[in-house]
């Protein structure tokens, strides 16, 4: 059968000579005051079995509760403090206000905030304004532009049609009349021509697609074609009756000048575009301009209802206030934190662990935290463990231990409890059992009513169990109690195991022990040194390695 021994105080070996020699008085009482007469007797032991298990220990690592999280409530704002609603200690929940600010000053400057970007949402829609007035130039011009490049066609037309007319007339002065009547076909036609030109202009115009000194360029056109007309009649007319060479000279002149103002018209019409051009691009950037205040303001607005928002101090998360450090009445300038508060439902239980602990250390397991303040021991999990050293070479990990009762507090003193196995698998024998013989550790067994002695090799000795090397098996007996006063083969008997009765006795025994006080104590211990420590001393001097008397 396997088992585990743990470890729980450790003692000096001196404390079990002491135990197991006033065991036997207890028990076995005097029976004898002659000591040969004792020897004759079987010696009343006590015994316990030899196991198979494992040999447990337990270390302590030092350790600190800490919060699971502390958030420090630190206002963006400086003001008179007006309430405090809450007190160190008190749990509060998400939300609830904890204490408030003179917020008269905020309340005016996010009103001054507002209405700046009032006025600047209003620049943007001047500009944009701005904009398509100058886009709408820019069409209209480009219209005109368009009518320019129209009207110097015509003038062309008419200029090269005046030149052609006084060539001829030059050349063919015979042929006047027929060139005369060429002349009004060509008006007729070009007369035609322009009262179709205005009709579309008309219609365009009613459609509100030109402007009106557009329809009124159309409506000259057509009155220069009817002039034209008319002119052509009278050419007619006056080549029948006579040639007139100046008349046509003037009409090529007249003509040349229609076509200059056309171009110059032309060129004016560009330089207006342009000019518009440059004012939609004026206008752009102003509007940009006035987009970018815009977002300034709503920066600033942003800001101003932040902070009168900052004003009320409200719990971020539900939790225990650990610290407040202002009053009613104070002005509170943000050089330190108003309010602190700590999450305590769970709290982290940190300790330094040196290299070699930290094997015994895994992310997820759970492991028992000792709270001596409050004499209770709590199963936690290990949530942290350090990377990297500090500056002293220890390692710092985390256990989170529930806390929902709020007892434990932070920063109280832990214990973290490291179970260790010291020996696996090993013979375990009562440490009281062991006894130095001749130098040597060694242990009494009973066999069939004789105590028979066993070298040991002490493998690990802890305070109730040690591991040892010796030939013999599990469940055998081992003499616990009255061990000092036995030698090889000496007999043996057990205690009887009445419980009431020795109960008493015991009971009893403490009770006059603590009444005697210190001369008791000295005279038990004389008692002993006369009996035990003698036979003690006899063991150690038997030169074959037995207990002489």
């Known amino acids: 059968m396997k088992k585990s021994r743990g470890v729980n105080v450790s003692f000096l070996h001196r404390w079990h000579v002491l135990i197991g020699v006033l065991g036997f008085f207890m028990i076995s009482g005097c029976q004898s005051a002659d000591v040969d007469t004792e020897e004759e007797d079987a010696v009343v032991v006590e015994t316990a079995e030899a ?20 958030v420090s409530l630190t206002p963006e704002v ?16 998400q939300g609830q206000v904890l204490a408030r600010l003179d917020d008269s000053a905020l309340r005016n400057t996010l009103e001054q905030e507002r209405a700046a970007l009032r006025s600047a ?28 490049d129209h009207a110097i066609r015509q003038a062309e037309e ?26 009004l076909d060509t008006a007729e036609r070009n007369l035609a021509t322009a009262e179709r030109e205005r009709n579309r202009s008309q219609q365009l115009f009613d459609e509100g697609l030109i402007s009106k000194q557009e329809l009124e360029n159309a409506e000259d056109a057509v ?39 056309a171009r110059d018209s032309k060129q004016e019409m ?70 602190t508060i700590g999450e305590m439902n769970t709290l982290n239980v940190t300790a330094s662990v040196t290299s070699e602990q930290l094997s015994s250390f895994e992310e997820g397991d759970e492991m028992e935290v000792r709270f001596p303040s409050n004499e209770e021991t709590r199963t936690g999990t290990v949530t942290h463990i350090a990377d990297s050293s500090d500056d002293n070479g220890m390692f710092n990990v985390e256990v989170q231990v529930d806390n929902p009762d709020n007892e434990l507090r932070s920063g109280i003193y832990g214990e973290i409890l490291l179970y260790e196995t010291h020996v696996e698998n090993g013979l375990l024998v009562p440490t009281e059992a062991i006894i130095n013989v001749e130098g040597e550790p060694s242990i009494f067994i009973r066999e069939e009513n004789q ?17 040892v090397e010796a030939d013999i098996e599990e469940g055998t007996p081992v003499i616990t109690r009255g061990q000092y006063f036995l030698e090889d083969g000496t007999a043996v008997e057990e205690a009887e195991n009445e419980e009431g ?49």
Do not use: W
């Open 51 to 70: 196991e198979i298990g494992d040999l447990e220990g337990t270390r302590i690592v030092n350790a600190t509760t800490e919060a699971l999280s502390e």
């Open 78 to 93: 400086t003001a008179d403090v007006n309430e405090v609603l809450v007190e160190e200690g008190d749990q509060v929940e």
């Open 121 to 148: 949402q209003s620049n943007v829609a001047i500009s944009q304004a701005g904009k398509r007035g100058a886009e709408a130039g820019v069409q209209e011009s480009q219209a005109s532009l368009n009518n320019a």
């Open 158 to 183: 008419q200029y090269e049609r005046a030149q052609i007319d006084l060539e001829q007339a030059k050349e063919n002065y015979g042929d006047e009349i027929e060139n005369a009547e060429q002349a």
């Open 223 to 261: 009155a220069d074609a009817e002039d034209s007309v008319t002119e052509a009649e009278n050419s007619l007319e006056q080549a029948k009756q006579e040639y007139n060479i100046d008349q046509l000279e003037s009409q090529v002149e007249s003509a040349r000048s229609s076509l200059e103002e």
């Open 270 to 339: 560009r330089a207006r575009i342009e000019s518009s051009n440059a004012s939609v691009d004026e206008a752009s950037g102003s509007i940009e301009d006035a987009r970018a205040n815009v977002e300034q303001q709503e920066t600033a607005v942003r800001q101003a209802e932040q902070n009168l928002e900052d004003a009320v101090v409200t719990a971020p998360s539900a939790g225990k206030i650990l610290s407040v450090t202002v009053e009613p009445g104070e002005y509170y300038s943000q050089q330190d934190s108003m309010i």
């Open 451 to 467: 105590a028979v002695l066993v070298p040991v090799e002490v493998v690990r000795e802890e305070s109730d169990y040690s591991a």
């Open 501 to 549: 009765s020795n109960s008493s006795e015991e009971a009893e025994d403490e009770t006059d022990s603590e009444e005697s006080g210190e001369e008791e104590e000295t005279t038990s211990l004389d008692y002993m040194n006369d009996t035990g420590v003698k036979r003690i001393a006899a063991y150690s001097s038997d030169s074959d390695g037995g207990m002489a008397q």
